[in-house]
């Protein structure tokens, strides 16, 4: 009996996964100039996603799913569930230690937060609460996507629009949750992207994939083929090549779009290939937001290996005017993107 104890005991100490919680308290161990501040508000948004989780699973049990009966700053009809990850998001990184305030894309304006605690905080946050929300009604996988940044105002102050108005190039950390047939968090820093698939029986989000790699090369292109004939000309080539490969006997290319981009993308950046959401005659500067969705997965994807562009320069150099402002939006496997860029030039 003592030997099996001793045995599992062992075997515990000598475990290869581990936790959020424990893979960054590791990566801070290497800094140890680090305040710690960052690990504790990555800690803190898996909290909320584990809290939205929870709701999403259980949405077509309760009176959680459809309109909330308002409208966003975007003019779309914003769900139940929105609100309640909006909600989830904002209370735990006021709650905690490490973020001086959010902007979200379901509100018009940012939150500053104004006690002792926060005001000495060195980030502020950046989310869209739950992306693909339109899917809800219909079990199709959704996701929260979130961006850090080190705010350029003073500690002690009130953090000010000046510290949510910065190029993507600045992010110190991006990430996104995919609520799907597993729930799985995914985070890069400068040093690299890593996923944490959620263990229900412990609670607890895991590390699954480390060291994410986009590989240069894939063969799924993503878009909306509905506005086709919206797209500008250069798209529209560029679309006709990838459909002619997808075609030819033994061709590479094979087209996918779920309509939920963290869903989208995240295969893409797993498996190789390629999104587009272009503008189109409508709306030339595209729908996607940048400060919410365009510049997270850019930084992700650009520590992975790939590429993200708005067609004209890359989406991390942009300068944000405003906090809802919009874009065209191109990411993934460099050699794809790079085949793209010579059609848009």
Avoid: W
């Avoid at 190039?169 to 890069?188: D, K, N």
């Avoid at 729908?287 to 989406?315: H, M, S, W």
């Amino acid at each position: 009996m003592l030997l099996l104890i001793q045995t599992l005991a062992m075997n515990i100490v000598n475990r290869q996964v581990l936790t959020l919680d424990e893979f960054t308290i590791q990566q801070l161990r290497q800094f140890p100039q680090a305040t710690g501040e960052l690990s504790g508000l990555l800690r803190d948004i898996g909290l909320a996603a584990k809290r939205i989780n929870v709701e999403v699973n259980k949405a077509g049990l309760v009176d959680i799913l459809g309109d909330a009966g308002e409208i966003n700053v975007q003019g779309e009809d914003v769900k139940k569930l929105d609100v309640f990850a909006n909600n989830q998001l904002t209370a735990v990184l006021h709650h905690g230690i490490s973020c001086a305030g959010i902007a979200s894309e379901e509100i018009q304006d940012y939150v500053a937060f104004d006690d002792e605690v926060s005001k000495n905080s060195k980030y502020v946050c950046l989310f869209d609460p739950l992306d693909g929300s339109g899917n809800i009604d219909v079990n199709v996988s959704i996701g929260t996507i979130f961006s850090v940044y080190r705010r350029v105002t003073s500690k002690g102050s009130i953090a000010t629009r000046e510290d949510f108005l910065q190029p993507g190039r600045s992010q110190v950390a991006a990430g996104y949750v995919v609520y799907g047939s597993s729930t799985m968090l995914v985070y890069a820093t400068r040093r690299g992207v890593n996923g944490f698939t959620l263990d229900p029986s412990i609670g607890e989000f895991c590390l699954s994939h480390p060291g994410i790699k986009c590989p240069e090369n894939g063969k799924i292109y993503s878009v909306n083929h509905g506005n086709f004939f919206q797209y500008d000309a250069r798209v529209k080539q560029y679309i006709d090549v990838c459909q002619k490969k997808a075609k030819a006997d033994g061709g590479p290319y094979t087209q996918r779009y779920i309509g939920s981009m963290v869903a989208d993308v995240h295969r893409n950046l797993i498996k190789g290939g390629i999104f587009m959401y272009p503008g189109t005659m409508d709306k030339p500067k595209g729908k996607l937001r940048l400060l919410y969705e365009c510049n997270p997965f850019a930084f992700i994807t650009e520590v992975a290996g790939g590429k993200a562009t708005d067609g004209k320069q890359p989406i991390l150099d942009i300068k944000p005017m405003e906090l809802h402002q919009r874009t065209p939006f191109f990411i993934g496997s460099k050699n794809m993107m790079e085949e793209l860029e010579s059609y848009l030039s």
